[in-house]
């Protein structure tokens, strides 16, 4: 599953230019995340979704207003991981639970499902 993102870069779009860059030359309170495998990672400055620890979805700018998730990820299983320095990012859920990420920390989603991200140029939530 490939989300397709205003604003962001999919996961296809970059495994794409990737791999012509290299033939060219809920309700519930969301839970600690652990970091992410080597192979599969986030990369400053990007907000970043993981399902089953594969990637599928990073955004990358600050916004006004929510970014919908047209795929709706769902949990268990599913990470947002925050990767930028200064800012924060905001998770809403189709419950209408909105959910603020700190800079440089993840989250699992233990349920409920994801409508929306925006990141804030706010250091705090």
Not at 63 to 83: A, H, Y
Request: with cysteine; glycine share 8%.
């Amino acid at each position: 599953m490939t989300l397709a993102m205003a604003g962001g870069v999919s996961v296809a779009t970059q495994t794409a230019a990737s791999a012509s860059a290299s033939a060219s030359a809920s309700a519930s309170a969301p839970t600690p995340a652990p970091v992410r495998a080597a192979a599969d990672t986030c990369s400053y400055p990007y907000v970043c979704l993981f399902k089953n620890g594969t990637r599928i979805g990073q955004f990358q700018d600050v916004t006004s207003g929510f970014q919908d998730l047209p795929s709706r990820p769902s949990g268990p299983n599913l990470v947002v991981q925050n990767t930028r320095n200064d800012d924060v990012a905001y998770i809403r859920r189709a419950n209408g639970i909105t959910t603020c990420l700190p800079p440089k920390t993840s989250i699992g989603i233990v349920s409920g499902t994801l409508t929306g991200i925006r990141i804030d140029s706010r250091s705090t939530c």
